[in-house]
């Protein structure tokens, strides 16, 4: 098996992602996966994919990802390492799909808008 290359993205973390055949190891941006995520929930979210599908030890993973915050990047890394999973093997999609792992997560920051505090801030009422 050569090695596959997918992109995930969340809010504005774009996580590019290598898989290859291996023994387990991930790493991000040179660094291991328990050091770049500090917090278990953000190691669970990096490795849910992996998880399902039970391929937790059969894969070694390489990562870059840049821009957004830590919870953005590790759910564009879940996305990323979910779509290389379905290319390897089919029928990890039916396992997948259901759990949402496949979608783009569309939501984004909202723009401020002139003349306002805040995106959603209210226009100041005046009664005359």
Do not use: W
């Amino acid at each position: 098996m050569e090695t596959i290359h997918k992109i995930g993205r969340r809010k504005t973390a774009v996580a590019r992602v290598y898989v290859s055949e291996g023994s387990g190891n991930m790493t991000i941006n040179g660094k291991d996966l328990a050091a770049y995520f500090t917090t278990g929930t953000l190691q669970y979210k990096a490795k849910q994919a992996l998880l399902l599908t039970e391929t937790l030890e059969s894969f070694d993973i390489t990562v870059n990802v840049f821009g957004g915050g830590v919870t953005g990047q590790a759910e564009a890394i879940r996305l990323a390492i979910a779509r290389a999973l379905c290319e390897i093997d089919a029928e990890n999609r039916a396992i997948l799909k259901p759990e949402g792992l496949l979608t783009r997560d569309p939501r984004m920051v909202e723009r401020k808008k002139f003349g306002q505090k805040k995106a959603r801030k209210k226009f100041q009422f005046s009664k005359r």
